[in-house]
Nanobody, 119 residues
Framework: VQLQASGGGLVQAGGSLRLSCAASGRTFGTYAMGWFRQAPGKERELVAA???????YYADSVKGRFTISRDNAKNTVYLQMNSLKPEDTAVYYCAADLSGVVVTSPNYWGQGTLVTVSS
């Protein structure tokens, strides 16, 4: 499985970005998908996840601001990020977990896309 993330960039605080992650393979719909981020000097953290059945999880820091969704017909998972804050600045990674349920130990990682939020 190959994952290709895109959509990062520079945005002012309060702005929005939408990240996309396109996956290869014909069984995308069976994967659980997640978005992680890693800020400079910090550990990688799970931001949002979506199971194969459509259940979602959000870190407390992004609840109400970020929305994860998936389009199985396009083999793509999205992360809509609204009301961005400078503390959201990080490299964002998409990941796939073959369990289909949770994204605790992803089997595959995308290459990362940088999101920079200016104050």
């Amino acid at each position: 499985v190959q994952l290709q993330a895109s959509g990062g960039g520079l945005v002012q605080a309060g702005g929005s970005l939408r990240l996309s992650c396109a996956a290869s393979g014909r069984t995308f719909g069976t994967y659980a998908m997640g978005w992680f981020r890693q800020a400079p000097g910090k550990e990688r953290e799970l931001v949002a996840a979506i199971s194969s059945g459509g259940s979602t999880y959000y870190a407390d820091s992004v609840k109400g601001r970020f929305t994860i969704s998936r389009d199985n017909a396009k083999n793509t998972v999205y992360l809509q990020m609204n009301s961005l804050k400078p503390e959201d600045t990080a490299v964002y990674y998409c990941a796939a977990d073959l369990s289909g349920v949770v994204v605790t130990s992803p089997n595959y990682w995308g290459q990362g896309t940088l999101v920079t939020v200016s104050s």
